[in-house]
């Protein structure tokens, strides 16, 4: 067990707008790629849409009151582009920047910081008609919007993210086809893997433009990456996986140049979007689930590919490793001189049981929990500057592909009426937070 973290330590949750909201085409709402890509047949589990998803746009004040009770700190959420410029770059709808500043007052109004995502993976569909972030006009679309968010909220919102996971957006969007827009097309992943960054760059120096007193910073999602075996061709896989999916976001950011592997790829930027990309950030999030082993494997485009593990796994597959998640905050602080760091996202699925009187008693969900803070705690300890950590998520939602079949909330919702009931790990969090830091299952 390690001890209590500091006083000012911040514990959050964390949402994104398309998983949450609902209200999909209502208030002058634009068409997302999201939108389209769960209308059409296959492409998502049971044929689930986000269309109502938890209804958050109507029940917004329910989940506040929820979170206060809970005693968080933060909550992170994404704002929806196409709810605010529904066509992605044209006429600003007033009725989508009421919903996120009634939302940001409730917030302040309950004594909970609003922390807000800029881009959560909810594109217009009319920029991606236009070839979305393989268009390298994107990127002045997604200043503009940034320009409008800081200057509407600014007086209210300290803590700015930019991104969320651009890693997901390039390679399961662009590169492999599984999340929306659902292209498969090895240039287009390249043009968007690079236009995400150059736009994370531009809306950073905008924000810094509109008020000099934000805190700005953007969240990737990391992982160790651990060969299979001794063999050399095994270490030499997990340093190209490593540089595939770790390297290519965080390099540009901190040492303004791409990994030798972008290069082989066929990625070669401009050395001026280089420069735009190395911004100075006042944090980093990272989200966290799970490590890869990786071993050799020739007939893969990187030659290496991921050893799958069967067993001590999340309902997602994804093997319970809470030591990753030390191993990555060290690696960040030496690596990357000494970044300010937050867990983002840190949660898990599971198959969650109803009790008799119909309770969810997640005693999985608590344990997997206590060891990834435990495991983050051991990291500060050793000198990370962890300053906070935002669980995945507060409530069961939309979870992309997956539709409503995976449950990572620490609230209970029957989507049929779209009840809220806490969980058993609800409680448990909310002790944590109480204690500044894990308490044993048994204390609730």
């Known amino acids: 067990m390690t001890e209590n973290l500091p006083e000012d330590f911040t514990w959050g949750v964390s949402s994104a707008a398309y998983q949450v909201e609902g209200a999909w085409n209502e208030d002058g709402k634009g068409e997302s790629i999201w939108d389209r890509f769960t209308h059409e047949p296959g492409n998502v589990e049971n044929g689930d849409t986000g269309d109502v998803a938890c209804d958050h746009y109507h029940r917004y004040e329910q989940d506040v009151a929820l979170m206060e009770e ?33 939302l940001t007052e409730e917030l302040l109004d309950a004594g909970i910081e609003p922390w807000i995502c800029l881009y959560h993976w909810n594109l217009p569909q009319a920029l991606q008609n236009e070839k979305g972030w393989a268009n390298s006009k994107i990127v002045e679309d997604f200043e503009r919007y940034a320009e409008l968010l800081g200057e509407e909220f600014g007086g209210r919102v300290e803590n700015w993210v930019i991104l969320n996971e651009p890693w997901v957006v390039s390679n399961l969007g662009y590169l492999m086809g599984e999340h929306a827009p659902g292209v498969s097309d090895h240039e287009r992943f390249l043009k968007a893997s690079h236009n995400l960054q150059l736009a994370q760059g531009r809306a950073i120096e905008t924000l810094r433009e509109v008020n000099e007193n934000f805190r700005i910073g953007t ?39 791409y990994p030798p592997l972008a290069s082989r790829l066929g990625l070669n930027p401009d050395p001026d979007d280089l420069e735009a990309i190395r911004q100075p950030v006042d944090f980093l999030g990272i989200n966290y689930y799970t490590r890869q082993i990786v071993t050799h494997d020739p007939k893969k485009r990187l030659q290496s590919r991921q050893v799958e593990r069967t067993s001590n796994t999340t309902e997602m597959g994804w093997e319970i490793y809470p030591a990753g998640l030390e191993e990555l905050l060290l690696r960040l602080k030496e690596d990357y001189d000494d970044p300010i760091l937050y867990v983002t996202e840190n949660g898990a699925a599971f198959d969650d049981k109803l009790t008799k009187d119909g309770r969810v008693e997640d005693d999985d969900r608590i344990k997997f929990l206590r060891d990834y803070i435990e495991a983050a705690g051991r990291a500060k300890e050793k000198g990370a500057d962890l300053q906070g950590y935002f669980v995945w998520t507060l409530m069961d939602n939309f979870e992309w592909a997956f539709g409503y079949s995976k449950k990572f909330g620490l609230i209970k919702v029957d989507f049929d009426t779209c009840e809220r009931s806490p969980k058993k790990s609800y409680y448990w969090y909310r002790k944590t937070i109480e204690n500044n830091g894990p308490v044993p299952p048994n204390e609730i």
Do not use: C, T
């Not at 600003?92 to 500043?101: A, E, I, P, R, S």
């Not at 299979?228 to 950011?253: C, G, H, I, T, V």
């Open 70 to 102: 809970l005693g968080v700190d933060a909550y992170r959420f994404s704002v929806s582009w196409p709810r605010i410029i529904p066509d992605g770059n044209g006429e600003v709808n007033d009725q989508g920047l009421q919903f996120y500043g009634d």
């Open 219 to 257: 969240v990737l999602n990391l992982a160790p990456i651990h060969p299979a075996s001794d063999d050399e061709k095994d270490k030499e896989a997990a340093d190209r996986m490593d540089q595939y999916l770790n390297r290519w976001y965080l390099d540009p950011l901190f040492k303004g140049e």
